[in-house]
């Protein structure tokens, strides 16, 4: 037979350039192949460590990110009321020279009054030490709108967290349990583990009241109440307990369950028992009388009783065995029946030590005790929003990891793993530095981890130092800061009033912040002539709903026209077995007025003579972005960049290499260096690898530390509230900070069931779809095709309830406001609960979209339903965990009624706000491409075709 | 053209497990951008109010009563199966359409399609788009541009789809040859046919999500009754084991 | 099915066409001179305008030509073919007829079954489609060719052009009655499309994209039922019964004309319905069976 000839042999493209996805915050490796000098194709990178290959929906849309029409294209400057969109493009110059007049007087006089916050800024290391340098006190970026209750949780904990610091051993665990987990960082490390588990039939859970995505390919889903997962953990625990299920051993070697607990009423109670050389101590089995907690051989008494003290294990096991948290007495507040859960907990215990496994790698610990191998237990467990974003998802994310904890499973093979910089304790971060003096920078870091309420950010009039009142009483253990908190707290003057808002790619006029409409009111403020928030600078690539609301805006790269590092010092790539670390380099320059933003950082700090940004003479220390990441030495020879330092063979520590950037490109973009294999697992203990990350320049010398079962920093606090030591907590707080930072993981209910009782009794939330990624992927020709439309779920028992039919709509309410959206049946969902697709709605006329998209008349935010303070009662609170201060957007709680049809237009959701008018930008993207009609049809039977393609 | 080869020396298909297949869209964008950079897949409105374009693989999403349990839900990507008897193929006047004898591969000659979309009617599966802006019809080609071309390297000479799924959940290879990989897992995991009874002898095939539902491990027992013996008994009996 | 203007234009007018031709070509009229001249050129416009009305449903015709090589196999070839095939032969009966050419009577005969195979091919285009299962029936051909001698029949003024009228009211009540039993029939749901008939009863979740695209344009045409109920009784009062009384009455001409312009409109609707009532298979994947 005659067949075709098909074309087998195409050409891809001519060159192919390797550099770091920036479609979402994952941070995968890319092929991205041009031809004649422009996007043809993209692919993932195989050879690297975070996607192996694999590409999601986002990143292999890319090609149509940067071509998007809603690319800005020239710096701009407010010319009409704020938020009106008029604007008059200007020189960089200009620009920045406007910039330079605004912030100088302040820094001279007032630096608090800027604040810089950034949004999904994957360059902290470099924007946090500018803001130092500047000498504000407020600088975020966008963690405390996001997770860092995981963070935080994790890191008072084992020191590491879930997010993308660690990994479940893919290649060993049995059973991976998660809890609140849907799309969200690593995304694809996170696919490809679980096609490994599935590959090899390993079974998967999941806790989470919604049944999509990862939830939908467990094999037992567990649609919990939402803020309940706390409660659900602590019950596995008390039946893990009860039937003696618990690693001992690990317990006695590696946490801190034999330390003593101080008995004796006063400022000491509760702390920890300590020598003279003020080390808390272990009393040895061996002996029967005290011995450091690091000696060598020494067989900690896990149940000791020391002059009236007890271990923190009895006071544990006190709490745990209470029949509070028997499954009975959770089951009906979970929304999950007993029997189920002490059917997980069996499961988990039977997987934990009957499957037991031990790898023959001998190890020495920092005691120097030596082990002949590495015992593991293949339970993991990952965690994410669903259990962070509420007001108790601090104390929920500690809950978990003490799970972990008791079934001897982080750190050990089969279990989870840490990723460099991480295991790190608490003691080896910074604490949070604020004190601001006119001229002069801040004395360290902004973020940090608070040991006790001497390490808050407060004035000497107790006020909280921060715009944000991150590291106050309101929220101690901000470790991420409260960005959601600096516009609404700006606005109320409370603490202070600021000048200027400095913001990069923060959507803050819409999806990135709780209460969008409100947010929208402070931003138009005005106070008398000027505005209350009188100056906003902002940076985007886009044209994103930000834009019309600010006065100056500096237009971004997009991702494939830029420098970036992704850092050890930030947030690198690292995998449990190497460290890692990448950059992103212009493989197509831009083709219209604008620039990197980091570059455009570095000239203002220049311009404003910041330290470090400026040699002696006054001249500028980094020609840009590029020369910073090479350049750039934050401890002698450690900078931005691990990989070929010094002569271009040194690793972690060495002098800057000019070549640097040049080799992590022929590399593919990134840079590894590998975990020894006898450091691979116990990390946190393990000489080897101690010594490995010394070598690295991770810390300076090593930092052993035991896990904390019992917080003392939350101690400290507790104690405090109790009305112990210097600085007290104002009386309103004392109360939530007595119950919030119990030293032990506990359960609260979240503030916003509350509103209950107010007649709002459905649970209401929000999920990231895996193919989009927050507001970026609408501006996306082909993403948008995927999912340009929002519904609100709802269970069959709201469904049936109310008679829906397919194709209504419902009015939802809240206590802080109405929307009416369209709806959608879920069978697999909470019975108590509703949720839908986060941020496909966008306000009309942003992102360069037709007014009459989909996405701008029937998508809509659950954003406008919630507040970013709690209810009034005598004091202005933020919404958030009363520990780190993370936003508690799942707390939401609604009323959702059917709206009758022909109540309400259909085809519109509300609240509808006024179109935005369209900046100035770059245009062009993806081809109209009409489609086929008669005329066409016609010259194409004329032959005419060639000519129109 | 149209006829359909009697036999082919290979079966070249994907086998697609619905147990692993999180929804996440990537195998639709790959393929996508891999087939706009080659054949051209047009979309329309791409910003307005009713955007519209070509795509040769789309993702579904279903929830599953089942008789016991919670409501399942089953992300399903869709696209050409590359049947045996495939009726796209016969039913094309002009022989644009046409399965390969040499590896199964069921194609569309763009060259001498007329675009009157009545194999998109014959196809049970939705597996054809005419593209609106060249007015001739696209399929999967199950990458023939890729799967033997020689300026890719040798592990990349696969589909798009297939290369970047994260979860690895779509796999390719021969299903003529039962010591193949992939028809292996279709005799593993009880590999299926979309609507066998159509008649359309379809290549790829779905595996099936496995059993879902609670664990078996027995019971856990507790160590003693301890309301009897209170903590104190707990931690004597659990201590005293260590 | 989308029920796009140009297939139902192509189908009916080139149906009627043909169905007239055979029944010039049979000699039922015997006309002559300007009279054949005009007839036969009504035959051939409503034909070949037929014809041409498809062509706009192509994406690409500019490779029209190429439709004619896979007669082995695919219907549309065999129906460029046998249109084709029709045309030219009764190219010299309808020259006999005008200028009085007394061309063999055999000629016009076979011309005249070669129009009804012609029409025959067209619904095996749709008959052959077992992903429509209303199409799927042996009597999708019957109509088509029912239509096609009662049409042409009634142009021709036929003494039995009532009778077959009739006829091709049975035919669409039958049509109708088995058509809505048949995607039942054919045993396709949800749960066969995606296999998940394994586990339970699927139903839509999120459908593959929120766009549209060309499978729900072309494949899914939502009728309400009410809506269809109603056009099935305007196609058949139009199509068939008016028509048939009409010719009854003595109208002579004018009556013709009109029985034919009523039937004609009939036919539309019918034929609006035919897509528009019709199913495709792949509507499963998107949960939208009526």
Not at chain 1, 423 to 450: C, D, M, N, Q, W
Not at chain 1, 812 to 827: D, F, Q
Not at chain 3, 14 to 25: I, N, P
């Amino acid at each position: 037979m005659n067949q075709p000839r098909v074309e087998t042999q195409r050409e891809v493209s001519d060159e192919v350039r390797q550099t770091t996805c920036y479609m979402c915050a994952c941070r995968c490796g890319i092929n991205v192949h041009l031809k004649s000098g422009t996007v043809a194709y993209i692919e993932g990178n195989r050879d690297h460590p975070i996607n192996k290959g694999v590409l999601c929906a986002k990143g292999a849309s890319g090609i149509m990110q940067v071509t998007a029409p809603s690319r800005l294209k020239a710096p701009l400057r407010r010319v009409g009321p704020r938020g009106s969109g008029a604007f008059e493009e200007i020189s960089w110059e200009e620009a920045l020279s406007t910039a330079v007049a605004w912030m100088k007087p302040l820094r001279n006089t007032a630096p608090e009054k800027l604040a810089f916050f950034t949004g999904r800024d994957q360059s902290q290391s470099l924007t946090g030490w500018w803001a130092q340098n500047f000498g504000t006190p407020n600088y975020a970026a966008h963690g405390g709108f996001c997770s860092v209750n995981m963070a935080a949780g994790g890191i008072y904990t084992i020191g590491g967290a879930f997010w993308e610091f660690g990994q479940p051993d893919w290649e060993r665990t049995k059973l991976f349990v998660m809890f609140g987990v849907a799309e969200d960082h690593d995304s694809n490390p996170i696919k490809i583990g679980i096609g490994k588990l599935k590959a090899r039939g390993a079974r998967v859970i999941s806790v989470n009241p919604v049944r999509t995505g990862y939830s939908a390919v467990a094999d037992d889903w567990i649609g919990i109440t939402p803020g309940t997962d706390g409660l659900l953990i602590l019950s596995l625990i008390h039946c893990l307990l009860e039937a003696g299920k618990i690693d001992l051993e690990y317990l006695s070697q590696w946490t801190n369950a034999p330390l003593l607990v101080t008995e004796a009423e006063g400022a000491e109670k509760g702390l920890f028992v300590r020598n003279a050389e003020s080390q808390p101590f272990v009393i040895d089995r061996r002996t029967g009388h005290p011995a450091p907690w690091d000696g060598k051989g020494v067989e900690p008494d896990l149940g000791a009783e020391w002059q009236g003290n007890r271990t923190v294990f009895r006071h544990m096991v006190e709490e745990y065995l209470k029949p509070d948290y028997a499954p009975e007495a959770v089951a009906a507040r979970c929304g999950v029946t007993a029997p189920r859960i002490r059917a997980l907990a069996a499961e988990l215990a039977e997987v934990a030590f009957e499957q037991a496994l031990s790898l023959d790698q001998p190890w020495t610990d920092f005691r120097g005790n030596e082990h002949a191998n590495m015992p593991g237990r293949p339970v993991s467990f990952h965690a994410m929003r669903g259990i962070s974003a509420h007001s108790n998802g601090f104390q929920t994310a500690r809950a978990l990891h003490l799970l972990q904890i008791l079934l001897g499973a982080v750190e050990t093979p089969g279990g989870y793993r840490l990723k460099p910089p991480y295991p790190k304790p608490i003691e080896a971060h910074p604490t949070p530095h604020f004190v601001s003096t006119p001229g002069k920078p801040l004395t360290g870091p902004h973020l940090g981890y608070v040991r006790s309420p001497d390490d808050l950010c407060l004035l000497p009039d107790g006020q909280p130092a921060r715009i944000d009142k991150g590291f106050s009483w309101e929220n101690p253990f901000s470790a991420h800061g409260l960005m959601h908190m600096v516009i609404p707290n700006a606005h109320a003057g409370d603490p202070y009033r600021i000048d200027t808002l400095f913001l990069y790619m923060a959507n803050m006029s819409w999806n990135s912040s709780m209460n969008s409409a409100r947010v929208i009111e402070m931003l138009t403020a005005k106070d008398g002539e000027d505005y209350v928030i009188p100056r906003i600078i902002y940076s985007d690539a886009y044209a994103s709903e930000m834009v019309a609301y600010a006065d100056l805006i500096l237009p971004d790269t997009t991702y494939l026209e830029r420098h970036d590092c992704i850092s050890l010092l930030d947030r690198p790539i690292s995998e449990p077995d190497a460290a890692g670390d990448a950059i992103r380099w212009p493989v197509i320059e831009p083709d219209r007025d604008v620039r990197c933003f980091q570059s455009v950082l570095l000239e203002l700090g220049a311009r404003l003579g910041l330290p470090g940004m400026v040699n002696e003479d006054g001249s500028p220390k980094f020609k840009d972005y590029a020369d910073y990441m090479v350049n750039h030495q934050r401890r002698p020879g450690v900078g931005p960049l691990m990989g070929f330092r010094g002569d271009g063979t040194a690793e972690g520590r060495g002098a800057p290499n000019p070549d640097q950037l040049q080799r992590y490109i022929a590399n593919g973009a990134f840079y590894q260096a590998h975990v020894p294999e006898e450091a691979s697992f116990y990390k946190p203990w393990n000489a080897a690898y101690q010594d490995w990350a010394v070598r690295l320049g991770l810390y300076e010398s090593p930092q052993p530390y035991l896990f904390n079962i019992w917080s003392e920093p939350m101690r400290r606090f507790q104690l405090a509230a109790e009305g112990h030591g210097p600085r007290q907590p104002p009386d309103h707080l004392r109360d939530r900070l007595r119950q919030a930072m119990h030293p032990l993981p506990i359960w609260y209910a979240p503030f916003g069931d509350e509103d209950a009782a107010f007649g709002y009794p459905v649970h209401a939330l929000t999920q990231r779809p895996m193919d989009m990624y927050h507001s970026w992927g609408s501006q996306n020709a082909w993403l948008r095709q995927i999912k340009g439309r929002n519904y609100l779920y709802l269970p069959t028992k709201i469904w049936e309830a109310q008679g829906f039919q397919a194709g209504d709509w419902a009015r939802v309410s809240s206590r802080a406001g109405t929307i009416v959206v369209p709806v959608a049946h879920m069978a697999a969902l909470n019975e108590n609960t509703v949720w839908t697709w986060n941020a496909i709605g966008k306000r009309k006329g942003a992102w360069a979209l037709s007014p009459e998209a989909p996405e701008a008349t029937t998508g809509f935010l659950l954003n406008h339903l919630i507040s970013e303070l709690l209810p009034d009662k005598g004091a202005r609170l933020s919404n958030s965990d009363p520990v780190t201060g993370q936003a508690a957007w799942f707390d939401q709680r609604v009323r959702v009624e059917r709206v009758a049809a022909g109540d309400h237009l259909r085809g519109t959701a509300e609240p509808g706000f006024p179109e935005l008018p369209d900046p100035p930008r770059a245009g062009g993207g993806r081809a109209q491409n009409s489609s086929k009609n008669f005329a066409k049809s016609f010259r194409k039977l004329l032959g005419l075709a060639e000519v129109e393609r | 053209m149209t006829a359909l080869p009697n036999a082919t020396a290979k079966k070249l298909g994907l086998v697609i497990d619905l147990d692993t297949c999180v929804g996440c869209q990537a195998c639709v964008t790959a393929c996508k951008g891999w087939n706009d950079a080659g054949i051209g897949l047009s979309d329309q409105d791409p910003y307005g109010a009713d955007p519209s374009g070509t795509f040769l693989n789309r993702v579904h999403s279903y929830q599953v009563a089942v008789p016991d349990g919670p409501a399942q839900v089953v992300t399903f990507p869709r696209s050409c199966l590359h049947c045996d008897n495939a009726p796209c193929v016969t039913v094309c006047p002009t022989g644009a359409s046409y399965k390969r004898a040499e590896d199964g591969i069921v194609l569309v000659n763009e060259d001498a399609c007329i675009g009157c979309g009545l194999c998109a009617w014959a196809c049970p599966y939705g597996a054809r788009e005419m593209d609106a802006d060249q007015g001739v019809m696209k399929k999967c080609t199950l990458c023939v541009d890729r799967i033997y071309n020689d300026n890719l390297l040798e592990e990349d000479r696969e589909p798009a789809c297939v290369r970047t799924c994260p979860t690895n959940a779509r796999h390719f290879g021969d299903l003529a040859d039962p010591e193949s990989k992939v028809s292996q897992l279709v005799a593993e995991r009880g590999g299926y046919d979309l609507m066998p009874d159509m008649g359309t002898k379809p290549t790829n095939k779905y595996l099936p999500p496995r059993q879902k539902g609670p664990g078996t491990a027995d019971p856990l027992t507790p160590l003693l009754d301890i309301k009897a013996t209170g903590i104190a008994g707990w931690l004597d009996r659990m201590l005293g084991k260590f | 099915m989308h029920p796009a203007p140009s297939v139902i234009l192509f189908s009916t007018l080139s149906g009627l066409g043909f169905g007239f031709l055979a029944f010039l070509g049979w000699g039922v009229l015997q006309p002559s001179g300007w009279a054949a001249f005009f007839l036969w050129a009504l035959g051939y416009v409503l034909a070949v305008g037929g014809l041409l009305a498809s062509t706009f449903h192509l994406g690409n015709p500019k490779n029209a030509l190429k439709a004619f090589t896979q007669w082995r196999t695919s219907w549309l070839s065999r129906e460029a073919w046998a249109s084709v095939a029709t045309l030219v032969l009764l190219a010299p009966v309808a020259l006999s007829d005008i200028f009085g050419l007394g061309l063999l009577p055999v000629v016009g005969q076979v011309g005249g079954m070669l129009a009804l195979l012609t029409v025959f091919t067209t619904a095996m285009i749709y008959t052959q489609i077992k992903a429509v299962p209303r199409w799927h029936h042996w009597l999708t051909p019957v109509m088509f060719l029912s239509f096609a001698v009662a049409g042409g029949a009634t142009l021709a003024g036929h003494v039995w052009a009532p009778i077959l009228l009739l006829v091709v009211g049975a035919v669409l009540w039958a049509l109708w009655r088995v058509g809505d039993g048949a995607f039942a029939k054919a045993g396709q749901t949800m749960g066969t499309a995606t296999g998940l008939d394994r586990l339970g009863v699927p139903s839509v979740l999120d459908p593959a994209h929120t766009a549209g695209n060309y499978l729900k344009r072309e494949m899914i045409f939502v009728v309400g039922r009410k809506h269809a109920a109603k056009l099935r009784k305007i196609a058949l009062a139009l199509a068939s019964v008016a028509p048939a009384l009409v010719l009854l009455l003595p109208l002579g001409v004018w009556g013709i004309a009109l029985a034919a312009a009523l039937h004609l409109a009939g036919a539309l609707a019918a034929r609006w319905l035919f897509f528009a009532e019709a199913e495709h298979v792949v509507g499963l994947y998107y949960g939208a069976r009526r």
